[in-house]
């Protein structure tokens, strides 16, 4: 069976090799398997600085760092309200590779400083209107160390007099749009506000978009580059993606809070309540007296008058007693202590009756009892309804059909405060084409990407990766392992069936009473009062024949008959001794015992 189970497993792994092998034959791309495909996991990902598209009002990759310094503006400006000592803009900036699974030539800007107020900015080649295209804003962001609390978004400031100088950049900067990751606490965001303009006064309010369905916890943690992608769209509707994948969308006309739009109509703030209206439901009954025989101080429960004392109470025993067995300490100080005195433990006289102490009956409940009288509520005659204000024409109301309009974009900034450093930013774009949006990513994050999960990848995940990508080879899989698997442990099932057989028979030989030879000698004895017994001791004789010539062969015994064929170091003792008593050879099977 040996050899089987060998020649099943050679077949496996011939039929595996033989699959690799002439998968790597193919010519047709789409099915090479190669060695080098599945074990090489540090493939080389070649990185090149990312050419921006024409229709790009920013596209920065911060691989350039004269370029940067030229197009990028450190805030000299001081947060307002707040004092001297922290209202500085003194967060320390750099550009510099990632930390981790870098790339040549790939470089990124990094916030450097924690629990500091940081602001950098940088203008458009040319103002974003919004008028026929989409806007499309993208950028990176890799939490080196993680995020403890803090924001990483991104400002799109609004083109005016307050960006015409951006060493004065600030949190007051006015801007259009806000949008990126933001974390304190349990509280994992990702902004998109922007500032609508009220066409009546010229004022500016905050819209909030509403949250995502699903938790955004994973890219504070997880110390990977990740992409977010923002896109409105003429027909004001939005849509934003995290690494590709759309995480939230909706239209800038209902789902953001405050509401663009004010209600038709509001309270009337000048109406008031008349004194005399009445909005209570229900009253007490005025009709409604106490009763004579009510009794408001009967008690809730009151003594059983039917219960008796059980026979045997005890009623002059104390339920616990002071423990006779107890002594008092030898180190026990009268003056520091106080009197000693000993455990109390529970009487053992009361142990053998139905109780001790003073006896009393248990508590029932009084049928007497009402408790406290309160009046009955009745119906009000005199109910009006809840009282509401008039509602009258909203004063301020306009009806904005297109918030898309929003204000121009002159500039980008990041204004910062975080409790976690480290926090990288890359290839930000600002774009009125989505596709030259994927495209710059396709060039950037994407290939980035790709890298961070083949070096995390091990050879098993690969192949299964490699496998999604032609579900055919499944079936393969299926054929070339599954099969000779099976067929393992069929051939394995019925070995260990027929070795239980065996067993089984060499036990039930053991259990016979025909004669089995313990010794050599006796063997020999064996065989003449079998010859002269005559046909009934041929079995016994048969047996002795079979130890013999597995004594003689060259193979090795039988673990059960190995015994019997060694001979005793006292074996011409026992064979002089022979004569002395028949009970030493007897034809009985002699159990073999340890020391022999």
């Known amino acids: 069976m040996a050899g089987g189970k060998l020649y099943a497993s050679c077949l496996s792994l011939a039929l595996l090799c033989s699959l690799l092998g002439a998968a790597r034959c193919q010519d047709d791309d789409d099915v090479v398997v190669t060695t080098e495909e599945v074990d090489d996991h540090m493939e080389d990902f070649a990185y090149v600085s990312p050419v921006a598209p024409n229709n790009a009002y920013l596209a920065e990759h911060f691989d350039d760092v004269e370029q940067f310094k030229k197009k990028w503006v450190l805030s ?53 209107q919004f008028a026929g295209r989409p806007l499309v804003v993208q950028y990176e962001v890799t939490l080196q160390e993680g995020q403890e609390c803090g924001g990483a978004y991104l ?14 950049f600030h949190d007051k900067t006015p801007y259009t749009i806000m949008f990126g990751p933001d974390k304190c606490g349990n509280d994992h965001k990702l902004h998109f506000i922007f500032r609508h303009k009220n066409p009546l006064n010229g004022t500016f309010t905050e819209k909030h978009s509403k949250k995502p369905k699903d938790r955004m916890e994973e890219p504070f943690k997880d110390k990977l580059p990740h992409l977010y992608t923002l896109i409105v769209r003429p027909d004001n509707t939005f849509t934003i993606l995290l690494d590709h994948k759309t995480v939230n969308e909706g239209s800038l006309l209902e789902d953001f809070t405050p509401a663009v739009n004010p209600p038709a109509e509001i309270d009337d703030p000048s109406d008031r309540k008349p004194s005399d209206w009445d909005d209570r439901e229900k009253i007490p009954d005025p009709d409604a007296r106490k009763p004579d025989d009510w009794d408001e101080d009967a008690p809730a429960t009151i003594p059983d008058a039917s219960a008796t004392k059980p026979e045997g109470w005890l009623d002059d025993e104390p339920e616990m007693i002071p423990d006779p067995n107890a002594l008092k300490p030898d180190d026990w100080d009268v003056d520091m202590d106080g009197e000693w005195e000993a455990p109390l433990i529970v009487n053992p006289r009361c142990e053998q009756a139905p109780g001790c102490g003073e006896w009393k009956p248990p508590s029932v409940s009084n049928p007497a009892y009402k408790g406290k009288w309160r009046t009955p509520m009745i119906d009000n005659p005199n109910y009006k309804g809840k009282w509401k204000p ?71 995940t690969r192949l299964i990766n490699y496998t999604n990508e032609r579900p055919w080879l499944w079936a393969v899989y299926v054929v070339v392992i599954g099969l000779p698997v099976v067929l393992l442990i069929v051939m394995c099932c019925t070995s260990s069936s027929q070795e239980k057989e065996e067993q089984r028979r060499a036990a039930e030989a053991k259990k016979t009473d025909a004669v089995s030879a313990d010794y050599p000698d ?75």
């Open 522 to 596: 006796e063997a020999e004895e064996d065989q003449q009062e079998a010859a002269d017994a005559g046909p009934s001791t041929s079995a016994a004789s048969k047996g002795d024949l079979e130890v013999k010539e597995a004594q003689g062969s060259g193979d090795e015994a039988p673990l059960l008959n190995r015994e019997a064929v060694r001979p005793p170091d006292d074996a011409e003792e026992r064979s002089g001794d022979a004569a002395d008593g028949d009970a030493r050879h007897s034809p009985r099977k002699r159990t073999l015992r340890k020391d022999d």
């Open 155 to 168: 400002k799109l400031l609004s083109l005016g007099k307050h960006t015409a100088d951006l060493r004065q």
């Open 76 to 128: 000299e400006a001081k947060k307002e309200g707040i004092d001297d000592d922290i209202a500085k803009y003194d967060g320390k900036w750099s550009v510099e590779t990632p930390q981790k699974n870098s790339m040549k030539g790939d470089l990124g800007l990094v916030l450097k400083s924690k629990a500091k107020h940081a602001a950098i900015s940088s203008r458009l080649n040319r103002p974003f």
């Open 390 to 460: 008039q509602r009258i024409p909203n004063p301020d109301f306009f009806e904005d059909k297109n918030p898309f309009r929003m204000a121009d974009i002159g500039a980008v900034g990041f204004e910062l405060w975080s409790m976690s450093d480290m926090i990288l930013f890359d290839n930000i774009i600002v774009t009125d084409d989505p596709a030259g949006a994927a495209q710059w990513a396709a060039e950037t994050f994407d290939i980035k990407r790709r890298k961070f999960e083949k070096e995390g990848e091990n050879l098993l």
